[in-house]
């Protein structure tokens, strides 16, 4: 009996360290655990909410009558509330072809050194007479840029893009520093841009330029969406939490954002509008606070604001490369992280024999095999869905 007692004591002490350890371990863990998995909760239950009621909008609304600029400062003049244009071509979207009909005005978000990236996306992907020759499609080219944010090596970058400029006569730059934080100047940008110079393109993307698009299946997609309104797509982030870690880049306060959740947006590496979405998101950029600097959160505000949700592609990337498989290239539209493999990607990706591979019976068996494989098992980290493999 006593010998009972003694035993029944020990287990439970046992089970009480156990206990106080594993409260320990949680606890130690906690700060991870409640940015990973508790504030994705948290804010996928407010998502909700952010997305039904216009208290964001409202607290987005800037108050005087006059427009902004970047830095929460009113225009001078009055005018368009943006920064001065030191590279520009107004006339890039005349078409010489036959007037209206340009399918796609696509800007790459660049900086001003990545010149190497630059030139593999016009030998690639940027290819403006390939499109026009090989796929019957009239799309524009544009690299968005600001300056560089060093002051000494300013001048030298800066004579070295007026150069690049000559040559290729694609860059559209304005007077702000390039940094991340100016991101959101960059996209204002491009909407102010396209309402100005491009309002006839029937479609607008904006692109990382690290991300690798699949030109001939792009262009196929927007010309069966053609006519197509209240067309924003990409890859949705659905109920994001604001980051609260200040040691991360994309750290925002609660000052600057207070709520747990932010609107439904689409990744920033890559996302298309329709033309009548870019007018709203242009009248968006003069109503609201631009001093959210994380620029496809903005775009997600200001589409709250106006009223339009994202859609989701499956084959629009987030953050992650696409896998390397012909069954995937045949459906792939963008991947992200391909800041030195684009051309022998452009090679084989858009290859005519790619779309061989799916072909008969046997061969969407194998494709469907493939893809269940690549996009389905935990192991590969990929950045398209398991639907994906089904669609
Ligand atoms: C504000 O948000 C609501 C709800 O999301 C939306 O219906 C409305 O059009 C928005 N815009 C303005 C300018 O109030
Ligand atoms: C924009 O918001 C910031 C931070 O919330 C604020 O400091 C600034 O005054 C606002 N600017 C305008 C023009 O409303
Ligand atoms: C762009 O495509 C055209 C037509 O296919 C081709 O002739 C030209 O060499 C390409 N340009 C570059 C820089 O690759
Ligand atoms: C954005 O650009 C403006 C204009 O050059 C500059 O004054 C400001 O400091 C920049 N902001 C950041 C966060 O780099």
Redesign the pocket.
Known sequence: MFMNFRRIRKCQCVQLLTTGLLLCMVMVCWEELDHHVVSHMRSYTYRYLVNSYDFLNSSFAVTSNHPQRKDGSVSADGGLASYPYLIDHPRKCVDRRSRSSILLLLFVKSSPENFERRQAI??TWG?E??VW??LGANVRVLFALGVHPDAERRPSVQRALFQEDRVYGDLIQQNFLDTFHNLTAKLVLQFHWGHKYCPHARFLMSADDDIFVHMPNLVKYLQQQSGAKDLWVGHVHRGAPPVRRKESKYHVPEELYPWPSYPDYTAGAGYVVSADVATKIYHATLLLNSSMYIDDVFMGICAKAMGISPQEHVYFSGEAKAPYHPCIYEHMITSHGHATDVRSLWQVATHPTVYRHSRGFIGNLYCKAVKVMLLCLPHYQSTYSCIGAFT
């Open positions: 016009r030998d290819n007479s390939f020759s090989e």
